[in-house]
């Protein structure tokens, strides 16, 4: 592929053809950063870089940026998250300098949740860019140093390997291959999906996406996360919007937790799937979202036999 | 906000007349009056009719309705009784009317003859403040109606009833009295009579020029009616042959059969349908008996020793040539004979033209006729006036009435010099026959039977054979009628085209019309009342003055003394639609009296909930709303209306703290049953509690 | 048109408590034609408003009228003499009418009696949905007639984001997609190459962030 742009070890690694991991870590309700440094710890080595979410379903979080630069001193490397929601161009672009001024080298886009799921659905959202304007822009700032507004960059460039997000369970179906192709024109470099329980429908998806060469042009994860309960299996069905959960799964969960056993189902589903996805033509790795259940991580990781993460 | 009087742009017509009142002689208020009737008003009803029709108790029995025939629920199922309801009224709330005069005249009227239109001129001059004095030569008054109508259609009591109302106004009748022998017209202008109106009608019947017509057993209609009308007995042989196809004719035939011959039969020159008299008169004379030979025309009568044997007649080709006049023809060689000892000849009137001697000027006609300016109703001889049959030669009762009533204007302009316009016999555009498309949309409710007295018991009497509504049956058939023409109007000014009316009509009737910015609502409105509730702008209403939708007589209780010592009080709106069900209205009414109070509205759809909140503003404690059931609704499906509405207005009681037990709906079958009385019994007890 | 809802008659209460003389007032536009703000619910809503004080055994006297348009200076005047003794007005007019109110009569006080929300218009009978947000720089030619601006959750230039689903918006299930609408509609139209250009971030400065706005017609402008 091409020259690396921004220089983060996980760009070095999708180009260099590994199959990478990268993963979740919540970033906490509350100025504690020890809380990140605890997380930091446990899943340092069982990753490739790790996404701090930005106020992932609008709900109050200590600031991916910030999160970010505590993750980059205990010597893992970050992946900031970046809402339209909650911030206009101009905090957006403020923002990115900050980040890329603390050490951060890869950048996850997103339009975000509708402020009405979180803990203060009263906010204004503010809205005043989508995610694909949010990749343009920053593809913009990085390779022709130009600010949004057209005016020359007066210090150096955030240089960023760029993330997008991508559902392919969402409506229309049909479209979801042409948005990706979208995104990946706007700049972006690496795809995270959404979490996969449903394989088939995933397998179509990428179909679309493969034959269109998409999976030449930027690297795409499959995004994939351990259950631990029915309870939360029916959260996700139901509340969190963008997911699809087959019954297959909601069944087996229903029984294992009945049995005290959800967790361990919900591993052994994670891992099918990381699994079947591995086989599938243009996945370049997997990003694991074990949300506020980072101690899966390593579990997954050592039994799907991806364990010593390679270095390049 | 509003106005007095609907205005409306361009093209849409809103003066649209109803065709029943369009159609009567004498322009009654028919709708209105049967309106009035459907609300259970019956003596505003009464005076209505009374306003303009002088003999209500013989108009509903022996009108022709023409009015029926135009009625617009002939393409529904059928038209409403409009005679009969008259009669309801006529029979049983006649009551003295009008007890001031707008001013006094100093002229005296004479009027000859009191039949119907020397009747009806009498009763409107002495409205119009004339002293009026009839002259009439037979010892009681009704003209041809005690002359030639049976007992049997037309009780004496009923035409003496309606001739009381109209001497009650200060009319004099001096019976026995003759034009020509007892008084002239001289001796009345003597008397100081300013004007004379002859209305002596056509008091001979008319004779055939055929062989045989004076032989013994061959009798006049008119004649032999007037000889059973005032002895109860005429002398007839066993067979009777009556010839003519009209009423008089079926009169004669009916009157006849009375009389206890062997055979009574009927022989017209018109076909079934052609026979020019209603449906239901010919069906009762052959009910009673009688045998029709229709398309029949009298070649000859026949006879054997100076009396009657027979008529010979010839089959009828038909009865009216190619320009519509009567020219009958007949087919040559087609002569058969129909056997009787006794014919009657029903076949016209003619005029009696005596009292004329000594009077030249006075123009006829070769007919027989009395000549007269169609606008001033005088003869060739001024001061002297003519009208009624006398002048048309043929006409109907009410036809007489209306020549009474123009003329009594006319001779009031002429003696005031004075150019008074009935604006009732203006020209206006009538309703037009309802859209087939909406036929289906509307409930369909047969016309209700008159009770008749048995057919074995008719031919033994010349008792009433038509025993009149009961009050629950004259409700129930007056509101069947559609308020033709009196419906809801959009007020141009008001209406911001939201198409509300367009949408929530279940006729489909309300359009805005490409080019229009306003909704206009049609002639085929039913009345309902559903889209004057729901319009925003409050730009809807009723063209009729009758409809209060249950705003005044809401007030009216709280008027009513005492008021505030009924506890708890409950005012219960309720459809009028099932309120003449089963049991009489004031069952209810009474036995409730000490806790409830109604407010009766027809349809209640046409309420609006602010009333509901309105009631208790004046002070109910509770309110019991009732509506009828789907499968009995009016107008098909307003349930659902009532539901919303209701459910609507206690939401914003809730809203204002109210305990939601003092607001109930219900949806019952009768409005006058055990289901209202337990309802508002278990309502009290709720609001005890409360 | 402007869609405005009723305010609970509980607020409406609450802002005309110790008035004594108050007059309702609509208006015969948008408002009479949402059913919120005509003549009917001037009574209906004055009906309640005398209710509530017998009930609580208050004395109130409520004046009932309504205006053309309560966006004219000139029909407002009209009603000057009408209202002069009242000491509370309770508008329910949009909030345009309402400050037109405010600004022409200062003395009394005005009262909002409903809440005026979107810019839209009526599917059906009773059910109304918001269509323009007045954004000032319409773009419905390029998204087949359907517009995210005021009918996508997030405002979406480049939509639909990843929370659509069965053609329904994340933010409810009754709402739907437009993004997803505006797919079909461009598909029929045969026009999907559309939605694969990358639209770049709008421009705001026509729309709400610089209130208030106005729109001076030179030509109509009168020289005193």
């Known amino acids: ?312 | 906000m509003a106005i007095d009087k609907p205005c409306s742009k361009s093209d849409k017509k809103i003066n649209e007349e109803a065709p029943c009142i369009l159609a009567c002689p004498i322009r009654q208020d028919a709708r209105d009056y049967v309106q009035l009737i459907a609300r259970g008003r019956f003596s505003e009803a009464y005076r209505l009719v009374r306003e303009r029709n002088p003999l209500p108790s013989a108009c509903g029995r022996i009108c022709t309705h023409p009015c029926e025939t135009k009625c617009r629920r002939n393409s529904t199922e059928s038209p409403i009784a409009i005679a009969w309801l008259k009669r309801f009224l006529g029979d049983n709330f006649s009551e003295e009317t009008r007890k001031n005069f707008t001013e006094k005249h100093p002229e005296k009227i004479a009027i000859i003859g009191a039949g119907p239109a020397g009747l009806a001129a009498a009763n409107d001059l002495a409205l119009l403040g004339y002293s009026c004095t009839i002259f009439e030569s037979n010892p009681t008054p009704g003209g041809m109606l005690r002359m030639g109508v049976p007992t049997y259609r037309l009780p004496r009591t009923a035409i003496d009833n309606d001739v009381e109302f109209i001497k009650k106004l200060g009319v004099e009748i001096k019976y026995n009295t003759t034009l020509g022998t007892d008084v002239t017209f001289d001796s009345l202008k003597k008397d100081g009579f300013s004007a004379i109106f002859i209305s002596v009608g056509l008091l001979e019947s008319r004779t055939l020029n055929i062989e045989g017509v004076s032989l013994e057993g061959a009798l006049k209609g008119v004649s032999f009616l007037h000889e059973v009308n005032t002895t109860g007995n005429a002398k007839i042989g066993k067979n009777v042959l009556v010839i003519g196809g009209g009423a008089v004719a079926m009169d004669c035939a009916r009157t006849a059969l009375r009389l206890k011959p062997d055979k009574v039969s009927v022989a017209c020159l018109e076909s079934r349908k052609e026979m020019p008299t209603t449906d239901f008169e010919i069906e009762e004379t052959i009910h009673e008996g009688a045998i029709l030979y229709n398309s029949v025309g009298p070649k000859r009568i026949l006879g054997k020793n100076g009396r009657v044997t027979g008529l010979e007649t010839l089959k009828v080709k038909y009865v009216f040539d190619e320009q519509k006049r009567f020219n009958p023809a007949f087919y040559e060689g087609s002569e058969s004979v129909i056997e009787a000892d006794t014919i009657i000849l029903a076949i016209g009137q003619a005029s009696n033209l005596s009292f004329l001697k000594g009077q030249e000027g006075i123009q006829v006609t070769r007919g027989g006729t009395i000549i007269v300016n169609p606008n001033t109703f005088s003869t060739s001889v001024q001061g002297i006036y003519a009208g009624g049959d006398i002048v048309l030669g043929r006409g109907t009762m009410t036809e007489g009435m209306a020549q009474g009533k123009k003329a009594a204007i006319a001779i009031h302009n002429t003696l005031r010099n004075k150019a008074l316009q009935d604006e009732k016999w203006s020209e206006k555009p009538v309703v037009p026959d309802i859209v087939e498309s909406r036929v289906p949309l509307i409930k369909k409710e047969q016309k209700h039977d008159m009770p008749t007295m048995p057919s074995d018991k008719r031919l033994d009497n010349f008792e009433e054979v038509e025993l009149g509504f009961s009050l629950n049956t004259a409700v129930k058939e007056a509101q069947r009628c559609m308020n033709c023409g009196a419906g809801a109007f959009v007020d141009d000014n008001l209406c911001v085209g939201c198409l509300t009316c367009v949408r929530v009509c279940p006729f489909e009737v309300p359009k805005i019309k490409k080019g229009d910015t306003t909704a206009y609502i049609d002639g085929d409105c039913q009345s309902c009342g559903l889209c004057i509730v729901e319009c925003p702008a409050k730009a809807i209403s009723f063209k009729t003055p009758l409809e209060d939708r249950g705003k005044n007589t809401l007030e009216a209780v709280f008027q009513e003394k005492f008021i505030q010592d009924v506890k708890p009080m409950i005012i219960n709106f309720y459809c009028q639609y099932s309120a003449y069900n089963g049991d009489k209205i004031d069952t209810v009414h009474n036995a409730l009296f000490s806790n409830i109070r109604r407010v009766g509205v027809l349809g209640l759809g046409k309420v609006d909930p602010s009333l509901y909140l309105k009631a208790f503003e004046l002070g109910a404690r509770g309110v019991l709303v009732t509506a009828c059931k789907d499968d009995t609704c009016h107008f098909c499906n307003e349930r659902e209306w009532i539901e919303r509405r209701t459910k609507y207005t206690a939401q914003l009681l809730r809203g204002l703290g109210m305990d939601i037990k003092r607001f109930q709906t219900h949806f019952v079958s009768s409005q006058n049953g055990k289901e209202i009385i337990d309802l508002t019994f278990k309502m009290v007890e709720d609001l005890r509690d409360v | 048109m402007i869609v405005a809802s009723s305010k609970p008659f509980q607020e409406i209460k609450q802002m005309l408590s110790g008035f004594k003389k108050v007059c309702v007032l609509g208006c015969g536009s948008c408002v009479t034609i949402c059913h919120t703000g005509g003549e009917k619910q001037v009574t209906e809503i004055a009906a309640q408003i005398r209710l509530s004080a017998k009930l609580e055994g208050r004395q109130v006297e409520v004046i009932e009228d309504s205006t053309l348009r309560q966006c004219e200076w000139e029909f407002i005047d009209d009603i000057k003499e009408i209202i002069k003794d009242c000491d509370a007005i309770l508008s329910i007019a949009c909030g345009v009418g309402v400050q037109y109110m405010a600004e022409r009569f200062p003395k009394i006080r005005i009262f909002p009696g409903v809440n005026t929300t979107f810019m839209g218009g009526p599917t059906e009978q009773g059910v109304f949905w918001e269509r323009c947000a007045g954004c000032g720089n319409c773009i419905l030619a390029t998204t087949g007639g359907l517009c995210p601006v005021s009918r996508c959750a997030k405002s979406l230039m480049n939509g639909p984001c990843g929370g659509s689903k069965n053609g329904k918006c994340e933010v409810s299930q009754e709402t739907p997609c437009v993004w997803n609408q505006i797919y079909d509609q461009l598909n029929t139209q045969q026009l999907l190459a559309t939605m694969e250009t990358i639209v770049p971030p709008k421009d705001w400065t026509t729309g709400m962030e610089n209130h208030p706005r106005k729109m001076i017609l030179e030509h109509l402008v009168m020289k005193k």
């Not at chain 1, 998250?81 to 996850?108: F, H, V, W, Y």
């Not at chain 1, 304007?133 to 240089?159: H, T, Y």
Request: hydrophobic content about 45%; charged content about 25%.
């Open chain 1, 1 to 312: 592929m091409t020259d690396n742009k921004s220089g983060s070890n996980l760009e070095k690694l999708l180009r260099s053809g590994k199959f990478a991991i990268t993963a979740e870590l919540g970033p906490p309700r509350g100025a504690d950063r020890s809380v990140i440094e605890k997380k930091a710890a446990l899943l340092k080595g069982y990753g490739d870089a790790f996404n701090l979410t930005d106020c992932q379903t609008a709900v109050v979080r200590m600031s991916s940026i910030a999160a970010g630069r505590i993750v980059l001193d205990a010597g893992l490397e970050p992946i900031i998250q970046m809402t339209c929601r909650d911030r206009n161009r101009i905090a957006i672009q403020s923002d990115l300098l900050g980040a890329a001024a603390l050490g951060a080298k890869n950048l996850l886009c997103l339009t975000g949740d509708h402020q009405k799921f979180g803990d203060h659905p009263m906010a204004k959202g503010v809205f005043d860019i989508d995610s694909i304007q949010l990749i343009q822009m920053v593809k913009i700032l990085r390779d022709e140093k130009k600010f949004q507004s057209g005016q020359e960059l007066k210090a150096s460039e955030p240089k960023f390997f760029i993330g997008a997000a991508e559902n392919p369970f969402a409506d229309p179906f049909k479209f979801r291959a042409i948005r990706l192709a979208k995104k990946i024109t706007a700049g972006a470099d690496f795809i995270q999906t959404q979490i996969i329980y449903n394989v088939p429908k995933f397998k179509e998806w990428m179909k679309m996406v493969t034959d269109m060469g998409l999976h030449e042009k930027a690297f795409i994860l499959a995004g994939v996360a351990p259950l631990k309960s029915a309870g939360m299996a029916k959260h996700m069905k139901h509340n969190v919007p963008g997911m699809d959960v087959p019954d297959e799964v909601m069944n087996r969960m229903t029984a294992a937790s009945a049995a005290k056993k959800g967790k361990e189902e919900g591993i052994k589903i994670c891992l099918e799937v990381i699994e079947q996805v591995r086989e599938i033509k243009g996945i370049s790795g997997v990003h694991i979202m074990a949300v506020e259940w980072e101690e899966a991580v390593p579990e997954i990781v050592q039994q799907a036999k991806l364990y010593p993460r390679p270095t390049v």
